[in-house]
């Protein structure tokens, strides 16, 4: 059974994090975060993102807040993630992920070129030469820009979601030899299986929080026999609690879970890396931080509200 409206709120903290880096357009993150009996949770749906899909997102808060995450112990390795910034500031980015092996690029960023984009994973490359690379996309080209890319950036894991519909994916897979990853193809999708009717897909990345949670991301990950890579949404330290403990369980490739290396501040001392890896832990705010970061009231509101209209959406 769900909880009620007022027991989410009344356990509710609204907090605003400073980025490091500009990150999707983001310079803040907010989220509201629920001190809930089985643990804390997070609902922090990108702000563009209405109550049907805000839903799924707030399915996960309650799951980790009001019935616990699945039990999970020991490490998982992770990926850095290198937002789409000049390839001035990549050395800056890099030093935040230490002993990490696996980066993520942005590219295909709107108002840049594959110049840049080919600039930016240069530097990668220049800085940590022995590093598996992969890159992400997010729908930003087209099949031919996809094709292009793909022959510029040289050997990569994979390319994540470089076009922005399932046919698109499919048409790229067959035109070139690097694998893909679907991302928004599963967790934007009203059907998240015609990625692999379609043939679509090498990989399939995974977040708890827009999927409904941790236990619903491993019966759809079974269901869809994909390889995966568990990631971030741009959690906060409580949302990372969830996506370690999938992607422990999933067996996911590199992670994409050491996001809190982008944010200046955060509600729970940034986990250690180490030898590349984060170790499975719940999260426990830290009061003072809380406070310190709590966003203004007007804000509090508005999440509030945002809770309010997508908890009539989620399914029993």
């Not at 616990?68 to 050395?91: D, F, I, K, Q, Y």
């Not at 991301?217 to 949404?233: I, Q």
């Amino acid at each position: 059974m769900l909880p009620t409206l007022d027991s989410i709120l009344e356990r509710a903290h609204v907090v605003a994090l400073p980025m490091a880096v500009t990150f999707r357009g983001v310079d803040t993150r907010e989220a509201l975060l629920i001190d809930g009996p089985a643990g804390w949770g997070e609902f922090s749906p990108f702000v563009e993102y209405g109550p049907s899909e805000s839903a799924h997102w707030l399915a996960a808060g309650i799951e980790a807040a009001f019935v616990g995450l699945p039990e999970a112990h020991g490490w998982v390795e992770v990926n850095g993630t290198v937002p789409a910034v000049p390839a001035s500031r990549v050395p800056e980015v890099l030093e935040r992920y230490p002993g990490v092996g696996t980066f993520k690029i942005k590219v295909a960023e709107k108002g840049q070129s594959l110049d840049d984009d080919l600039a930016r994973v240069a530097a990668v490359r220049r800085a940590r030469p022995d590093a598996t690379l992969r890159v992400d996309a997010n729908r930003g080209w087209s099949v031919g820009e996809a094709v292009q890319a793909a022959a510029a950036l040289g050997e990569l894991e994979y390319i994540e979601q470089p076009c922005a519909t399932v046919a698109e994916l499919a048409e790229v897979r067959r035109r070139i030899a690097t694998p893909i990853a679907a991302d928004e193809s599963i967790r934007r999708a009203a059907d998240p299986y015609r990625v692999v009717e379609a043939s679509a897909a090498d990989v399939g990345v995974v977040k708890p929080a827009p999927l409904g949670g941790v236990r619903r991301l491993l019966a759809l990950g079974a269901e869809l026999g994909l390889d995966l890579t568990v990631a971030s949404a741009l959690d906060t330290a409580v949302g990372i609690d969830a996506g370690l403990v999938a992607a422990k369980l999933a067996g996911s490739r590199a992670a994409g879970l050491a996001t809190q290396r982008l944010f200046i501040e955060d509600v729970a001392a940034p986990r250690e890396i180490v030898d590349g890896r984060l170790e499975v832990t719940r999260t426990t705010p830290d009061p003072a931080r809380l406070a310190d970061l709590a966003a203004p009231a007007h804000r509090r509101d508005w999440w509030f509200e945002r809770v309010a209209q997508s908890l009539p959406h989620i399914r029993g």
